[in-house]
Nanobody, 121 residues
Framework: QVQLVESGGGLVQAGGSLRLSCAASGNIFRIYTMGWYRQAPGKQRELVAGFTRSGDTNYADSVKGRFTVSKDNAKNTVDLQMNSLKPEDTAVYFC???????????????WGQGTQVTVSS
């Protein structure tokens, strides 16, 4: 069993900062990708930032220059530092990872439970 557990999030004023953390645990053989998605009310879930299989980073255009994604391979964690937050960043943020568990031949898609980020104007 593999789990993604998120922490952080909350309520912040526009211009403020928040940090989200996600830790993967359990029956992990290899982690291929890790990153963050978000879903605002009435909208589709979208990629915010993450690491590709090659270790490169991807960012949504709307967060470039404001958000920074980082990871610790030894701890199986991925963090999202969010600065200069805007009301339009309000959403539920989900950790996502492509993880190959022990005993499996390929990776599987895993999601965290989601954490609310609310930015007030």
């Amino acid at each position: 069993q593999v789990q993604l557990v998120e922490s952080g999030g909350g309520l912040v004023q526009a211009g403020g900062s928040l940090r989200l953390s996600c830790a993967a645990s359990g029956n992990i053989f290899r982690i291929y990708t890790m990153g963050w998605y978000r879903q605002a009310p009435g909208k589709q879930r979208e990629l915010v930032a993450g690491f590709t299989r090659s270790g490169d980073t991807n960012y949504a255009d709307s967060v470039k220059g404001r958000f920074t994604v980082s990871k610790d391979n030894a701890k199986n964690t991925v963090d999202l530092q969010m600065n200069s937050l805007k009301p339009e960043d309000t959403a539920v943020y989900f950790c996502n990872a492509d993880i190959r568990p022990w005993g499996y031949e390929r990776g599987r898609d895993y999601w965290g439970q989601g954490t609310q980020v609310t930015v007030s104007s």
